[in-house]
T-cell receptor
Framework: QKEVEQNSGPLSVPEGAIASLNCTYSDRGSQSFFWYRQYSGKSPELIMFIYSNGDKEDGRFTAQLNKASQYVSLLIRDSQPSDSATYLCAVKEGGGSNYKLTFGKGTLLTVNP | ETGVTQTPRHLVMGMTNKKSLKCEQHLGHNAMYWYKQSAKKPLELMFVYSLEERVENNSVPSRFSPECPNSSHLFLHLHTLQPEDSALYLC????????????FGPGTRLTVL
């Protein structure tokens, strides 16, 4: 059973701080990793994906991947109250047009004004 | 609102009822998915359709029956459900690689009495 583990939180940070969200996965052969954001009562939306070891930056978001240690993280700089949501880590299996994602339970982030 | 729509948005049904959930995508994608999201549990993949053929059935009880009449439409037929089936049911679609994002619909909040 392939597993994706996340700390369920809640993670609480003050406005303007850096929020750090972590995820570990069990399948060493996994190649693609995704971070989704889900606001309460809404569906998940993709924030970032990462394939290669190292960092990938997009605006205030940085994804970090370490395949040797089987973890992927998401850093949110200058956190805003609007970033308060559940962040879902997902790992891709398969390819072509019928791949599937295995999701973690998600980490609830609260950014306090 | 995304290019994936779901109806109804809310559904309350008794255990003896038969109902159907509908999903439609206007993105020209080749694959469509049904997920179940329950409180405090990860998103659970239920079914995957690729080019209108079912390619994944994740040990889902037979009281859930999917149908994919064409690449733009996906249904989930429900009958004799149990109260523990109450959850948010999310539909998603995706293009072929190398585009990897799964786009989610808004979900149907199902309550089984």
């Amino acid at each position: 059973q392939k597993e994706v583990e996340q700390n369920s939180g809640p993670l609480s940070v003050p406005e303007g701080a850096i929020a750090s969200l972590n995820c570990t996965y069990s399948d060493r052969g996994s190649q693609s990793f995704f971070w989704y954001r889900q606001y309460s009562g809404k569906s998940p939306e993709l924030i970032m994906f990462i394939y290669s070891n190292g960092d990938k930056e997009d605006g205030r978001f940085t994804a970090q991947l370490n395949k040797a240690s089987q973890y992927v993280s998401l850093l949110i700089r200058d956190s805003q109250p609007s970033d308060s949501a559940t962040y879902l880590c997902a790992v891709k299996e398969g390819g072509g047009s019928n791949y599937k994602l295995t999701f973690g339970k998600g980490t609830l982030l609260t950014v306090n004004p | 609102e995304t290019g994936v729509t779901q109806t109804p948005r809310h559904l309350v049904m008794g255990m003896t009822n038969k109902k159907s959930l509908k999903c439609e995508q206007h993105l020209g994608h080749n694959a469509m998915y049904w997920y179940k999201q329950s409180a405090k549990k990860p998103l659970e993949l239920m079914f995957v359709y690729s080019l209108e053929e079912r390619v994944e059935n994740n040990s889902v009880p037979s009281r859930f029956s999917p149908e994919c009449p064409n690449s733009s439409h996906l249904f989930l037929h429900l009958h004799t459900l149990q109260p523990e089936d109450s959850a948010l049911y999310l539909c998603a679609s995706s293009p072929s690689d190398p585009d990897n994002e799964q786009f989610f619909g808004p979900g149907t909040r199902l309550t089984v009495l």
